[in-house]
């Protein structure tokens, strides 16, 4: 099972980015896909996830105004548009990957854990 971020780099006060995550090694529809990022001298956080099943998502609040997770319905990614990003926002996003169970998506996105397989890492800066 293998998951891998691309589409970070420096973006100003304001723009957009989006991010992908392409995965392979596994069913896609079995298995749900969360981003979560991690800012420096910060604990890693859970943005949002979606269940490659049914296409159902989950954003925590914080960021669900601003981000947006999809998926790509003819090839095995994941997108994570960003939009309106903030200094804060600044930070290496993850995406990795588990097996599919009702409630998980959520749950994995709330305690930022619980997930298979992980990715490397895009880094997002976010700098005037």
């Known amino acids: 099972v293998q998951v891998a971020e691309s589409g970070g780099g420096l973006v100003q006060p304001g723009g957009s980015l989006r991010l992908s995550c392409v995965a392979s090694?596994?069913?896609?529809?079995?298995?749900?896909i969360g981003w979560f990022r991690q800012a420096p001298v910060k604990a890693r956080e859970g943005v949002s996830c979606?269940?490659?099943?049914?296409?159902?998502?989950f954003s925590k609040d914080s960021m669900k105004d601003r981000f947006y997770i999809s998926r790509d319905q003819n090839k095995s990614i994941v997108y994570l548009q960003m939009y309106h990003l903030k200094p804060e926002d600044t930070a290496v996003y993850y995406c990795?990957?588990?097996?599919?169970?009702?409630?998980?998506?959520?749950?994995?996105?709330?305690?930022?854990?619980?997930?298979?397989?992980w990715g490397e890492g895009t880094l997002v800066t976010v700098s005037s």
């Open positions: 990795a990957t588990a097996p599919n169970a009702p409630g998980l998506c959520r749950i994995a996105t709330m305690i930022s854990g619980g997930m298979a397989a």
């Open positions: 979606i269940s490659l099943n049914d296409n159902s998502t």
């Open positions: 090694g596994f069913t896609f529809d079995d298995n749900f």
